[in-house]
């Protein structure tokens, strides 16, 4: 177990550098970068401006994001002050190469050094450790919320395969799947946020303004009360696959000659199938938690933390994308990165807690 691990870790390395140099030299070749963005806001103009001005000229093409032209390569800049121009290339590094300021980054970043945002004067730890509790909120409650509910379910159709009950229970998980989460979510609130109907939840917040004022059992209910709707409005995509994943599992297990040797020895259908099929059944169900919760984690929150007036780690990402604030961009990518290779690690070593017959030493990765 402990060589397996090893190697794991070991390989998380090439992994992890691999995915930060290919998205490092994606970020150099798209047009725009910090400089115009700073340019276009000394001069009024906005982000679409500042594409237009940074892409083609008279049939000329701009210089890389993030890489020192001379005169003329921030078609923006006209009319600016040269010297100022290479003066904040040397504020924010973009005098030196680009292979450098990678090696200088990832050198910072062995240490969780991740640098100052370029547009909120603030440290980029600090930003996001503001927006973690937001974004793991949402992710835990609706991973949570999508096993609870698909997992009973799951195993209700395999029992019931082919009946009345399987029928009508595929419709609704297919229906829910096919609607997106945010016009779910615009639906919950014009029915139970006071769009039209009634107000039984908050439309903003993770919290209310007085949060701080309550005891801890009513910080409790004020914030259940704030997470229901936007978990909600999330997690009604996620029932449909682990529904259906859950069910075809224990419909495969179920055929199995160990199931009918169960039977034969006279024990219970619940003793059946909690107690034989279900540890086997859940093998490939378990496997699917570390993606399920880094899918809600880190992607389809954009659209509920805005609907929802949620400061997630969505958000952030969005608008430092729209602001080309690298060092919030790089700094959210490495830790979900590294994160996202830690949890699938956590999912093979959860294999082995639900089957000891696993045995890791026996493998190569």
């Known amino acids: 177990m402990g060589a397996y691990i090893l190697r794991r870790l070991l390989l998380m390395v090439p992994t992890l550098l691999g995915i930060m140099i290919v998205n490092f030299v994606v970020i150099q070749a798209a047009p725009g970068g910090p400089i115009e963005r700073i340019i276009a806001d000394i001069q009024g103009r906005g982000v679409e401006a500042t594409a237009r001005l940074t892409g083609a000229a008279r049939g000329e093409t ?3 994001a993030g890489q020192s032209g001379g005169e003329g390569v921030y078609r923006g800049a006209r009319g600016l002050d040269p010297e100022f121009i290479r003066e904040l290339e040397r504020l924010y590094g973009f005098d030196r190469p680009a292979h450098e300021r990678f090696l200088e980054m990832m050198r910072r970043y062995l240490t969780f050094d991740f640098g100052e945002s370029y547009f909120r004067d603030r440290s980029v730890l600090e930003l996001i450790g503001e927006r973690l509790p937001v974004s793991v909120s949402l992710g835990l409650w609706t991973t949570l919320l999508s096993y609870l509910v698909s997992i009973p379910l799951g195993i209700r159709k395999a029992v019931k395969d082919g009946s009345r ?5 595929s419709t609704v998980v ?10 779910f979510a615009i639906l919950l609130i014009v029915l139970f946020a006071g769009g039209s109907y009634f107000q039984l939840f908050p439309l903003r917040g993770l919290v209310s303004e007085n949060w701080h004022e309550l005891s801890w059992p009513m910080k ?6 704030h997470i229901t709707l936007p978990v909600l409005a999330m997690s009604i995509g996620s029932f449909a696959g682990l529904t259906m994943l859950t069910k075809n599992s224990f419909l495969e297990e179920i055929g199995k000659q160990y199931v009918m040797t169960a039977r034969a020895k006279g024990l219970t259908e619940r003793s059946v199938l909690y107690g034989h099929v279900f540890r086997n059944a859940m093998l490939i169900v378990i496997a699917g938690f570390p993606g399920a919760f880094i899918g809600a984690f880190f992607t389809g929150s954009v659209l509920i933390e805005v609907i929802f007036s949620l400061d997630g780690l969505g958000l952030l990402g969005f608008e430092s994308a729209i602001n080309r604030d690298y060092p919030v961009m790089f700094a959210t990518l490495y830790i979900f990165t590294l994160l996202g290779l830690l949890v699938n690690l956590l999912s093979d070593l959860t294999y082995m807690l639900v089957d000891p017959r696993i045995d890791f030493e026996a493998r190569r990765v």
Do not use: C, K
């Open 174 to 183: 297919i229906v829910g799947n096919a609607v997106p989460g945010f016009l």
């Open 62 to 64: 701009a210089a890389p």
């Open 220 to 225: 409790i209910v004020d914030y259940l009360w």
């Open 165 to 169: 009950f399987d029928v009508w229970t």
